[in-house]
Structure formats: structure tokens, C-alpha cells
């Protein structure tokens, strides 16, 4: 069963982390949203107060738990906000899910995993999987460096130190499935021009996992949709750009969500 934090009343918003990275990043956001929506911020199964899906890890398993914990808290139809891999989550429950997503935030998320990225999601793969634990500088250090931009390191070594933390937040060998589950998940693009959401996206120049060229592929099938590329930022824009991130989920999900509520008024 996931452990789903609801913060608020309104809309609903749900909040999915990436593979590996804390629900807790999104904290800032939560309480500027709060007052006008309701968020829905789980731990995925294996993180935090989350158990492990039963059986193989696997994108539809993942999916079952998140519409349950949905449906069991009467929230049947959200907007989503997705980061690296809850991007690829959000995008799934919009297209095939038992509820009904009407918009989508995405950050450095995709709907596909090309060669290149397939290649280095394959990488940290070989290298997680006979670990028992994290503690590994040099792991611990290559994965900073892999998911913030230099200039981020270099100006605020703070930042790295957060960022290799998420390697804490799941065993490697856990980490390592779910990451093989990503991989061994169905290619979204084909139904992704079927979506009637309202869809905005950010990526960072620099991110290796979710490249720009993954979010512009899904932009440019949706009407309607709008991308921001963020110059010299990796994948962890919370600590790359945390203001402008910021602002821009906040006046996205302002601009997505205010249609439905005049609807309902």
C-alpha cells in the first residue's frame, strides 16, 4: 500500500518523484498550492513509509498502487505533476488509467527511452546492482555530477551532497529494478497525440536521463503544449533552478487548473 500525504482542499494535485529522488523536493510547492488545491504526494512503492510492490518490479504494478491509493481517497480525476521518471508515470496513468488526468506538468520526464538514454540508465544499472549499500564516494559523486549541472556544483557543493542522498532512499539492488523496469517499459509516443490535457514541460539542457530532445517529442504531439528548456541545468532542477522551477510549476498549474474551477463554480 503507498503512503499518500493530502495537504489542502480544491482540485486535486497528485505529485510523482523520480527514480530515485524525495517526494520531499516538492515541499516548497505544497505550501504555496495548498490554500486553493488539494496535494496528493506519496512515496512510491519502496521509498519512504512505502512498501514494495509484490512480485517484479513493473511499470503496471507501480500504476495499480498509485490509482488505488487515488481511488481509495475519492480522488478519480487529478492533474499531475511528474519529475524524471513520475513523468513517464504520469504520462502512462493519463493514457491508459482508471483515473482521469486532465493536466500535465512534466520535469525532464519522457515517454520513451532512445538508445542514448538507454545506454546510461544501463550504466548506473551494471553499477547499482551487486551493491549493498550507497556509501561509495566516487558512486556517490559521479551520480551528482550526473544529475546537476557543473556550475551548480561548483558554485553550491551543498547541493551535490543533497542530490547523492537520493542514492539513500532505496537499496541499489531496488534501485536497480526499478530502473530495469523503465527500460523494459512500453514506448508511450504512439498514444501520446490521442491526450486531451492541457500539458506544460521543463527540462534542463544538460540532463542525460530525460534529454530535451525526449520532452520535445511528447510537446510536439500535444496540442496545445508548451516546453521551457533550461539552459546550463541537469536533471535536478529543484537544486539547479529551484526558484525558476518553482514559479514555473506554480503558474502552470494556476493557469491548467483555473478553466475547471470556474467549471465548477
Not at 494535485?13 to 523520480?18: A, F, N, R
Not at 492541457?198 to 540532463?207: E, I, T
Not at 530535451?212 to 503544449?225: D, L, N, Q
Not at 529543484?238 to 483555473?258: G, I, M, R
Amino acid at each position: 500500500m503507498i503512503h499518500l500525504r493530502v495537504t489542502g482542499g480544491g482540485a486535486p494535485v497528485l505529485l510523482l518523484h523520480g527514480a530515485p529522488s524525495p517526494i520531499h523536493d516538492f515541499k516548497p510547492l505544497v505550501g504555496r498550492l495548498a490554500r486553493r488545491q488539494r496535494l496528493l504526494w506519496p512515496d512510491l512503492p519502496g521509498y519512504g513509509y512505502s512498501e514494495p510492490v509484490e512480485g517484479k518490479t513493473s511499470i503496471a504494478r507501480v500504476q495499480t498502487a498509485i490509482e488505488d491509493a487515488l481511488l481509495a481517497v475519492g480522488a478519480q480525476e487529478v492533474a499531475v505533476v511528474g519529475f524524471g521518471a513520475g513523468g513517464y508515470r504520469a504520462l502512462s496513468l493519463a493514457i491508459g488509467g482508471r483515473v482521469r488526468v486532465t493536466d500535465l506538468v512534466l520535469l525532464g520526464g519522457w515517454a520513451a527511452v532512445d538508445e542514448q538514454a538507454r545506454a546510461h540508465f544501463q550504466g548506473w544499472i551494471d553499477r547499482l546492482r551487486p551493491l549493498a549499500d550507497a556509501k561509495d564516494e566516487k558512486l556517490r559523486k559521479d551520480f551528482a555530477a550526473d544529475v546537476l549541472s557543473p556550475r551548480t556544483l561548483k558554485a553550491r557543493p551543498e547541493a551535490g551532497a543533497e542530490v547523492a542522498e537520493w542514492l539513500d532512499l532505496i537499496k541499489p539492488a531496488a534501485l536497480a529494478d526499478e530502473l530495469e523496469s523503465l527500460l523494459a517499459a512500453r514506448d508511450l509516443i504512439p498514444h501520446v497525440g490521442a491526450l486531451k490535457v492541457r500539458l506544460s514541460a521543463r527540462v534542463g539542457a544538460l540532463d542525460p536521463f530525460g534529454p530535451v530532445r525526449a520532452s520535445e517529442e511528447i510537446v510536439k504531439r500535444v496540442h496545445g503544449a508548451r516546453l521551457e528548456v533550461v539552459p546550463d541545468c541537469g536533471q535536478a532542477l529543484f537544486q539547479d533552478d529551484p526558484h525558476h522551477t518553482l514559479e514555473f510549476l506554480v503558474e502552470a498549474l494556476k493557469a491548467q487548473l483555473a478553466p475547471r474551477r470556474e467549471r465548477e463554480e
